[in-house]
C-alpha cells in the first residue's frame, strides 16, 4: 500500500538564531501486509496481519558552529492499528485432534491508538576535516490498543458453543533503537561514503498479550465457562543489530548524484523459536539510485532495493502447539 510522507522545516534566521531549524513530519513505513494460508500450519499463530504505524513529529536542532557540532529532538506521537486475525483451536470436540480445522475458532482483532508518546534524541560532529561521527537513539514505545474481537466458532462447535461481548485490548513492547554513523566527504563535495551500526532491542517486548476478559463464552454443555479471559503470545524475539555501507557520486555537478548502498541484518529470531508465524531470517539488502537536479530549486529521486533471506533450516525447535 502507498504511505505518503510529508515534512516541512523552517530555520530561524529571520529572527538571529541562524543555528536553530525546527521541523513538522508526518509519516509510515509501507504496511507490510502478511497473509497467510488460512488452513496452514501456522494458523494457530497468525492467518493475517494489516497491521499500521503512523508517526507524527515536531523537531528541533541547533548548529552550535563549533567543528559542526549539532545536537537535535524529535518529540513525536504514534497511531498504531492492529488488524489482525488468528484461528485459535480446541480439540475438545475433536477427540483431541488439534489439527482438525473444525475446531478453530477464528479470532479477528481490529485495534488502535491513536497516541503513544515516544522522542528521538540525535548529535553530530566533525571529528578532522570531512570526517562526522553521528549518534542517536530512538526511545522504545509500550502499545495498549483497545478495540473489538469478532470470534466464530468452527463447524464442530455448532449449538454448542457462542461468544457474547466483543470489548478487548491488545498489549506489546516496541523496541529502542541506537545508531552510530561515521561519514567521510571529500573536500571538494564530489563524493561522500558512510559507514553505520544499528542496534534495536527486540527482546523487550516479553510478550503480545490480548486481553479477552470482556467476551463470554456461553455453552450448553459448560454452563460456568465463563470469559474467554487473556491470551498470552511468546514471540521469543531477541536484540538485532544492522551494518550499513552507502555512500553518493556526483556524476555530473549540478545535475545528477548517483547513490549506492549495502546492509547486512541479524535475524530477530534466533533457531530455536523461528515458525511460520513468528518469522524472521539473517538478509542482505542493496539499493541503488540517483538524484537529478531540476532547475527552480526542484529534484527528483530515483531508488532501487532488494532484500536477500538467508535459508533456514530448524531441526530442534522450542515452538510447541501452544492452544490458547
Not at 502478511?34 to 501456522?42: K, N, Y
Given at each position: 500500500?502507498p504511505?505518503p510522507?510529508?515534512?516541512?522545516?523552517?530555520n530561524?534566521?529571520?529572527?538571529?538564531?541562524?543555528?536553530?531549524t525546527?521541523?513538522?513530519g508526518?509519516?509510515?513505513?509501507p504496511?507490510a501486509?502478511?497473509?497467510?494460508?488460512?488452513?496452514?500450519?501456522?494458523r494457530?499463530?497468525?492467518?493475517k496481519?494489516?497491521?499500521?504505524?503512523?508517526?507524527?513529529a515536531?523537531?528541533?536542532?541547533?548548529?552550535?558552529?563549533?567543528?559542526?557540532?549539532?545536537?537535535?529532538?524529535?518529540?513525536?506521537?504514534?497511531?498504531?492499528?492492529?488488524?489482525?486475525?488468528?484461528?485459535?483451536?480446541?480439540?475438545?470436540p475433536?477427540?483431541?485432534?488439534?489439527?482438525?480445522?473444525d475446531?478453530?475458532?477464528?479470532?479477528?482483532?481490529?485495534?488502535?491508538?491513536?497516541?503513544i508518546?515516544?522522542?528521538?534524541?540525535?548529535?553530530?560532529?566533525?571529528?578532522?576535516?570531512?570526517?562526522?561521527?553521528?549518534?542517536?537513539?530512538?526511545?522504545?514505545?509500550?502499545?495498549?490498543?483497545?478495540?473489538?474481537?469478532?470470534?466464530?466458532?468452527g463447524?464442530?462447535f455448532d449449538?454448542?458453543?457462542?461468544?457474547?461481548g466483543?470489548?478487548?485490548?491488545?498489549?506489546l513492547?516496541?523496541?529502542?533503537l541506537?545508531r552510530?554513523?561515521?561519514?567521510?566527504t571529500?573536500?571538494?563535495?564530489l563524493?561522500d561514503?558512510e559507514f553505520?551500526?544499528?542496534y534495536e532491542n527486540?527482546?523487550r517486548?516479553?510478550?503480545?498479550?490480548?486481553?479477552?476478559?470482556?467476551?463470554?463464552?456461553?455453552?450448553?454443555?459448560?454452563?460456568?465457562?465463563?470469559?474467554?479471559?487473556?491470551?498470552?503470545?511468546?514471540?521469543?524475539?531477541r536484540?538485532?543489530?544492522?551494518?550499513?555501507?552507502?555512500g553518493?557520486?556526483?556524476?555530473i555537478?549540478?545535475?545528477l548524484?548517483?547513490?549506492?548502498?549495502?546492509?547486512?541484518e541479524?535475524?530477530?529470531?534466533?533457531?530455536?523459536?523461528?515458525?511460520m508465524g513468528n518469522?524472521?531470517?539473517?538478509?542482505?539488502?542493496t539499493?541503488?539510485?540517483?538524484?537529478?537536479?531540476?532547475?527552480?530549486?526542484?529534484?527528483?529521486?530515483?531508488a532501487?532495493g532488494?532484500?536477500?533471506f538467508?535459508?533456514?533450516?530448524?531441526?530442534?525447535?522450542?515452538?510447541?502447539s501452544?492452544?490458547p
Amino acid at each position: 500500500m502507498p504511505s505518503p510522507n510529508l515534512f516541512l522545516s523552517y530555520n530561524f534566521a529571520g529572527l538571529g538564531l541562524d543555528g536553530l531549524t525546527m521541523g513538522l513530519g508526518f509519516w509510515g513505513p509501507p504496511r507490510a501486509d502478511m497473509i497467510f494460508d488460512p488452513d496452514g500450519s501456522q494458523r494457530y499463530s497468525l492467518v493475517k496481519s494489516l497491521n499500521i504505524q503512523a508517526h507524527y513529529a515536531l523537531a528541533l536542532a541547533y548548529d552550535t558552529g563549533w567543528n559542526k557540532l549539532r545536537i537535535g529532538a524529535a518529540f513525536m506521537g504514534v497511531y498504531m492499528k492492529i488488524d489482525q486475525t488468528l484461528d485459535l483451536n480446541s480439540a475438545v470436540p475433536c477427540g483431541n485432534q488439534m489439527e482438525d480445522f473444525d475446531c478453530d475458532i477464528e479470532t479477528h482483532l481490529d485495534a488502535s491508538q491513536p497516541f503513544i508518546p515516544s522522542a528521538i534524541f540525535g548529535m553530530s560532529v566533525e571529528l578532522v576535516e570531512g570526517l562526522e561521527l553521528a549518534l542517536s537513539y530512538q526511545m522504545g514505545f509500550d502499545v495498549s490498543a483497545d478495540g473489538v474481537a469478532e470470534l466464530t466458532p468452527g463447524d464442530s462447535f455448532d449449538g454448542l458453543v457462542e461468544f457474547s461481548g466483543e470489548d478487548i485490548n491488545v498489549s506489546l513492547n516496541l523496541p529502542g533503537l541506537a545508531r552510530a554513523a561515521l561519514r567521510y566527504t571529500d573536500t571538494e563535495n564530489l563524493y561522500d561514503v558512510e559507514f553505520a551500526f544499528v542496534y534495536e532491542n527486540w527482546s523487550r517486548n516479553k510478550t503480545i498479550t490480548f486481553d479477552a476478559t470482556q467476551i463470554n463464552v456461553e455453552s450448553p454443555v459448560i454452563p460456568d465457562a465463563g470469559a474467554v479471559g487473556i491470551i498470552e503470545l511468546t514471540p521469543n524475539w531477541r536484540d538485532t543489530y544492522s551494518l550499513r555501507l552507502g555512500g553518493s557520486w556526483e556524476a555530473i555537478p549540478d545535475l545528477l548524484t548517483a547513490r549506492a548502498g549495502v546492509y547486512f541484518e541479524r535475524s530477530a529470531v534466533d533457531d530455536t523459536w523461528v515458525n511460520m508465524g513468528n518469522f524472521d531470517a539473517d538478509k542482505i539488502g542493496t539499493t541503488i539510485g540517483t538524484r537529478i537536479e531540476i532547475p527552480g530549486g526542484f529534484w527528483a529521486d530515483l531508488a532501487f532495493g532488494h532484500v536477500q533471506f538467508f535459508s533456514r533450516t530448524v531441526s530442534n525447535t522450542g515452538t510447541l502447539s501452544d492452544d490458547p
